[in-house]
């Protein structure tokens, strides 16, 4: 696995505290939900299609990054230091020591306030169809995290590879969304609590910073 896979899947795994807070809720919302033992097969189908949409977001922003950049190297190390930067911002994030990242959830929240409407319709149906196009909506949730990861797809400067990155990132996630039925409240609690959270945001921190350094040897090694 490259470095950039990586840091996509790793983001997803840190943030599993996170994960739980921002759209386990849903989850545990949706008819058939928590307290009612979910099939696996709802709860798969819910989590594919907020995969799904993570893709998507990472296949638009590869694209971008691709007619934007055109493959010039001094750019796309540019561009590996603001991944860099945003390893170390979700770091602070998760650990709640700086929350410079709430502002960029703000961009999104527009969108989500067109969308949100048609996510409480979706709760309200047991297909496997509804509950995959709900996490396709979900999907949408203005998210610190999943912003971080975005900036590896657009590292990655193709359509395909944005897409394959969000899909890592996404894999990250699941352990923690995939067991939100069967999770006792204690590890819930655990995965929510501060000192899980700032553990998890250290380990990105020091990431960041290893990425940061990767980029710099890459700087000096051309000049």
Known sequence: MNLDLFAALLMGLAGAGHCLMMCG??????????????????????????????MLAGALVGAISQAALGG????????????????????????????????????GRPLWRHLAPLAARLRQHHSISARYIAGMVWGWLPCGLVYSALSWAALSASATSGAIYMLFFGLGTLPAMLAFGWFSGAL?????????????????????????VIALRQVLAIN
């Open 25 to 54: 809720g849903l989850a545990g919302a949706l008819p058939g939900g928590q307290g009612q033992r979910p099939a696996l097969l709802m709860l798969i189908s819910y989590n594919l299609g907020r995969i799904s949409s993570y």
């Open 188 to 212: 819930q609690s655990i995965l929510k609590g501060r000192g899980f959270r700032q553990a998890m945001g250290v380990l990105m921190i020091i990431y960041g910073l290893w990425v940061a």
């Open 72 to 107: 010039v190297t001094p750019a796309l190390l540019a561009l590996r230091f603001l991944a860099a930067f945003f390893l170390i911002a979700l770091g602070c994030y998760l650990g709640g020591w700086w929350l410079g990242l709430q502002r960029l959830e703000q961009l």
